[in-house]
């Protein structure tokens, strides 16, 4: 395919060219493996097929099921029917593939990308970058070396709703702005009782593979769902915060002018109301990430507040998955992917902002160009955006074990300072668990530590606790190598 092409060309010629100067011919395609094809990797596979630029050579999943249904749904549309593999590993051996796209879970996202890019392929990989800070410094530092085109899938970059709403803003459309809020009031049920179900594993699941980086737990499988819910498992997701949460980090640090990570953050909550919901005080779901959580991001001059609720929830402003951008002369709501409305500060309609756009179009484009400042979503922007989930969750983990009452919490939050308001912000978040049947005596909130992070080193300031949940644990063969080994 392409690369192929590009080398053949670089061999006939007294000048070899650099990748950097690499373009596709009119008769190259752009070779193609897309890893990890269940779910939001079909939406990969439907963009890439709708890009006359590109083929789909390869289609990978651990769920061989799946690679085979992809595969076969793919030669029905481009005529070619693509391999479907089962380990990424033999897709980057390919010499006509050319780029990745991942779409894997979160504890695959890195190694994915690192191994992608250290084999010659450009990589786009689902947010969050990476499923820890490390892991996200390593796929930056990977793509510097060995110059490769990198793009995060936080798609909004793309979006002319969102690009001419941060650019309204950064001309002064709604005044000073140095606080953002960003939301993921989403409706999670229980994943189910935590359990031994191993024998729900699909037999077309190589559930090693699968595992991959994470440990190949005992029992195997600990909910009921091997898909998606792995997103409410540590080992595996990063709950909301790390999954609906790089979107709107991203676009709030976007829209604040933000390109470091925070000083300080802080981080409350817990997995809460599934007991309730039962009338079981004894059950216990299977997932170990918070399903409420509130975090804090306190950069000095700035601050991000990020909230999650799991349960049954009104939206904020006309927003329930979105971020609201509070100024000096009004504020500035995106209550969608594709929809932004500022106000003034008499709570009038300034103006509106609408539109989609095409990311892994985005993604081709650089590639072809050879021009990492042609993406939208560089991977260091990602690694910004996801840092911001795993800093929040760091300070949770470390907390979760330190139950306070509401008065304590609000005690707790009152001394820390900061942009927000945050003893009304914990008192919406009170009235929320309240009102959905959540005894926070019973069940109560979880306060993390107040953090100080170092955004150069990024290390925390004398807590080598939080040090140490920077970066996992692996299970050989399946070692993400640190930033200054890739």
């Known amino acids: 395919m392409f690369a192929a092409a590009a080398a053949a060309a670089a061999a006939s010629s007294a000048q070899p060219l650099r990748a950097q100067e690499r373009a596709v011919s009119a008769n190259d395609k ?58 990424m590993r033999n897709a980057f051996a390919d010499p006509d593939v050319d780029c990745i796209s991942t779409a894997t879970p979160n504890h695959w996202h890195a190694l994915t990308a690192v191994w992608a890019m250290q084999a010659g392929k450009d990589a786009y990989v689902e947010k969050p970058l990476a499923h820890d800070i490390a892991e996200g410094r390593a796929i930056v530092e990977c793509a510097r070396k060995y110059g490769r085109i990198c793009q995060v899938g936080t798609q909004c970059r793309s979006n002319p709703a969102i690009r001419d709403a941060v650019a309204f803003m950064r001309e002064g459309g709604i005044g000073e702005v140095d606080f953002a809020r960003g939301l993921c009031y989403k409706r999670r049920k229980s994943i189910g009782a935590l359990g031994d179900y191993e024998k729900d594993i699909p037999a077309t699941v190589d559930f090693g593979l699968w595992s991959g980086p994470a440990p190949f737990t005992t029992p195997k499988l600990t909910r009921p769902q091997l898909h998606y819910d792995w997103h409410w498992q540590r080992h595996y997701g990063n709950g909301d915060l790390g999954n609906q949460g790089p979107h709107q980090t991203d676009i709030a640090r976007w829209g604040l002018g933000l390109e470091r990570h925070p000083n300080r953050v802080i981080a409350y909550g817990g997995r809460l109301g599934y007991q309730a919901e039962r009338n079981d005080p004894t059950y216990v779901d299977a997932g170990d990430t918070a399903n409420t959580e509130v975090s804090i991001y306190d950069y000095g001059d700035k601050c991000i507040v990020f909230e999650t609720r799991g349960l049954e929830t009104p939206p904020l402003q006309g927003a329930a998955i979105g971020v609201i951008f509070y100024g000096s002369e009004g504020c500035l709501v995106q209550s969608s992917y594709t929809d932004c409305t500022a106000f003034g500060k008499d709570g009038k309609e300034i103006r509106r902002f609408g539109g989609g756009g095409n990311h892994i179009g985005n993604f081709v484009d650089a590639v072809i160009s050879r021009d990492p400042k042609d993406l939208n979503a560089e991977c260091l922007e990602g690694h910004y955006s996801a840092a911001i989930s795993h800093l929040g969750n760091i300070s949770y983990y470390l907390g979760e074990d330190n139950r306070v009452s509401v008065d304590e919490a609000r005690e707790a939050l009152a001394g820390i300072g900061g942009l927000d308001d945050n003893v009304e912000t914990l008192s919406r978040t009170v009235e929320h668990l309240t009102a959905s049947g959540v005894d926070l005596e019973a069940t109560p909130i979880s306060m993390g530590p107040l953090l100080r992070f170092d955004p150069e080193r990024e290390r925390f300031g004398g807590n080598d606790t939080a040090n140490r949940l920077l970066r996992r644990e692996y299970r050989e063969p399946f070692v993400c190598p640190e930033p200054d080994d890739v």
């Open 30 to 87: 752009i070779g193609v493996a897309v890893i990890g094809v269940r779910g939001q990797g079909n939406s990969h596979i439907q963009s890439f097929l709708g890009d006359p630029r590109c083929e789909i050579l390869c289609i990978v999943d651990a769920d061989m099921q799946f690679a085979q249904q992809r595969a076969e749904e793919v030669a029905a549309k481009q005529g070619r029917k693509p391999k479907a593999v089962q380990d």
